[in-house]
């Protein structure tokens, strides 16, 4: 194995001086022990090929793209939405036949250059009257695009306005693209929003007696549906999930919950921290990503109940579903033990899927995030020495205040209780402290680093996104896609770490890797003989 030191010098040794010292802070030799602080969520250097998304994507397609009875329309040049019409892998199941679903849909304002000249509001009241009129939805969310911030049209007055003229349920973002660094500004655009508009709506208290919040879990691949196999199976109610397979009633109904679990920290933690300020709902992260993980998660849940029916069905659950996990993985670990992965995704990911490496025995020697912030990385504990530049401040930070007549004050105590004992609420220790020393940690890596790594590690796979694939693969080194899992999946929860471990084992595994090169490029001499007849 190379040293991650070695390694960081040499790829930095390329960059002109500014460069380099800008990159050198995104780029950390992991001690666990040591508390190091990484450089994130700032702006990326221009011409270093990113593989960040813009905030509309983040806003649009990751938090607002699985819930499918909200029209979404985009109002904007037809590009924007023909790029995020159906990209993003998350799935949904409406409960009949003809409940609401307008996923499959791509609804845009298709502003053409008069509209950029002479303004785009009638063109955007025009499209709200005619998705109202075709759909009859009970909301529609409008997306602001680069254009529209820039000739300042107002989503927010408009949107208002056919509110009142129609009656339904219509709020916009100020998500243009260029708003923030990366995706992640969306995300916090779309949860301000959300929890604006809808959250706290109904107080009715629905499901059974163990009810909580799946935030951050977003369908890709089907996840959300093994997630929610297993919460029927033990007897946890779901009475929201941020956003996989979801619709936009259970926002409205998320502060009736006893308890909010976060799977994906970086792009909602936002509204769980707003739940408990304004309803008093305490928040746990959870992972479900690894068979060993979801046991973990399920037993937290359960510890937090504290009720010995639901304890006892959790294990029983645990208890029926690892037998299979565990034949499947040792199988594959045969052949997968000692490998080494690499992952570079998104802003939960990288960290997450690590668990399913280690359970068939690989490694991950570097990992990183594409749009994360320092406390994803680093933990929770240093959210208040990070400093907010003018690009954070650039999104509203919303005030939330404690509703006294819906606040759960039996929540609080319990909370208290609880911690007083050990257990850890609104924490998340992020990816470093839990990968190995010498590892090497990058933020928003640049092509140029992703191919230094291949030359210097000779992973055995690489995880990353569509934008990698076939460029490592020309490597001859086998790339998973983590944002929608090759068109694989579910790989959440028991069934989904069998489906890992499968699709792992094959792409390891399969010799198609031996025959990338060419003939000629083994023998470059061609030797050949030419029939030659004179007349
Ligand atoms: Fe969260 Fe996501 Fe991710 Fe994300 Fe995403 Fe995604 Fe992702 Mo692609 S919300 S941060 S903005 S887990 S779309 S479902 S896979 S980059 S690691």
């Known amino acids: 194995m190379p040293d991650a030191e070695d390694v960081k010098q040499e790829i930095l040794q390329k960059y002109p001086a500014k460069v380099a010292k800008k990159r050198a802070k995104s780029m950390v030799v992991n001690d666990p022990e040591a508390g190091q602080e990484i450089q994130a969520n700032v702006r990326t250097i221009p011409g270093i090929i990113t593989q960040r998304g813009c905030t509309y994507a983040g806003c649009k397609g990751v938090v607002l793209g699985p819930t499918r009875d909200i029209i979404n329309l985009v109002h904007g040049p037809i590009g924007c939405s023909f790029y995020a019409w159906l990209t993003r892998r998350n799935q949904t199941k409406p409960p009949t036949e003809q409940s609401e679903n307008f996923m499959t849909y791509c609804f845009s304002t298709d502003m053409q250059d008069s509209n950029i000249v002479f303004g785009g509001e009638l063109k955007l009241k025009e499209a709200i009257r005619e998705a109202y ?125 006893d308890l909010s679990a976060v799977m994906c920290h970086r792009s909602i933690n936002y509204i769980a921290e707003m739940l408990e300020k304004k309803y008093g709902v305490p928040w746990i992260k959870v992972n479900f990503i690894g068979a060993e993980a979801t046991a973990k998660s399920l037993r937290k849940i359960a510890d937090y109940f504290g009720d010995t029916e639901l304890t006892a069905k959790v294990e029983a659950v645990i208890a029926k579903e690892m037998p299979e996990v565990n034949a499947i993985k040792d199988v594959v670990k045969k052949r997968s033990e000692g490998k080494i992965a690499m992952m570079f995704v998104g802003g939960s990911r990288a960290h997450h899927y690590q668990e399913l490496f280690n359970e068939i025995g690989m490694s991950t020697v570097s990992a990183g995030y594409e749009f994360a912030h320092r406390d994803d990385y680093e933990g929770r504990h240093v959210l208040p020495g990070i400093k907010v530049d003018a690009d954070s401040r650039n999104i509203e930070e919303l005030e939330v205040q404690k509703e006294d007549e819906k606040y759960r004050a039996d929540l609080v105590a319990k909370k208290t209780k609880l911690s007083e004992s050990g257990y850890r609420f609104s924490d998340y220790d992020g990816m470093m402290p839990e990968m190995k020393k010498g590892s090497l940690v990058i933020d928003d890596i640049s092509h140029w680093e992703t191919e230094k790594l291949i030359e210097y590690y000779k992973p055995d796979i690489f995880c990353a996104g569509i934008k990698e694939k076939y460029v490592v693969q020309k490597h001859g080194i086998p790339l998973k896609q983590l944002h929608s899992y090759d068109y694989g999946g579910p790989y959440a929860g028991f069934k989904g770490a069998i489906n890992f471990y499968k699709d792992i084992d094959m792409q390891l595994n399969s010799k198609v890797w031996k025959m990338i090169k060419a003939p000629w490029e083994n023998e470059p001499e061609l030797v050949g003989s030419v029939a030659y007849a004179e007349y």
Request: glycine fraction near 12%; aromatic fraction near 10%.
């Open 133 to 257: 009129a075709i759909f009859k939805p009970k909301a529609i969310g409008v997306f602001s695009t680069c254009p529209v911030g820039l000739i300042g049209d107002d989503v927010h007055a408009v949107s208002k306005e056919m509110q009142e003229e129609l009656g339904i349920k219509i709020f916009g973002f100020s998500c243009e693209g260029y708003k923030g660094v990366s995706q992640s500004a969306g995300h916090h655009i779309a949860n301000n929003q959300i929890f604006k508009h809808l959250v706290g709506l109904d107080d009715e208290v629905k499901g059974g007696k163990f009810r909580i919040n799946l935030l951050g879990e977003y369908n890709i691949g089907g996840d959300a549906f093994e997630l929610e196999r297993i919460f029927d199976e033990v007897g946890i109610s779901l009475v929201s999930t941020f956003s996989g397979n979801s619709s936009i009633d259970q926002f409205t109904n998320a502060h009736t919950a």
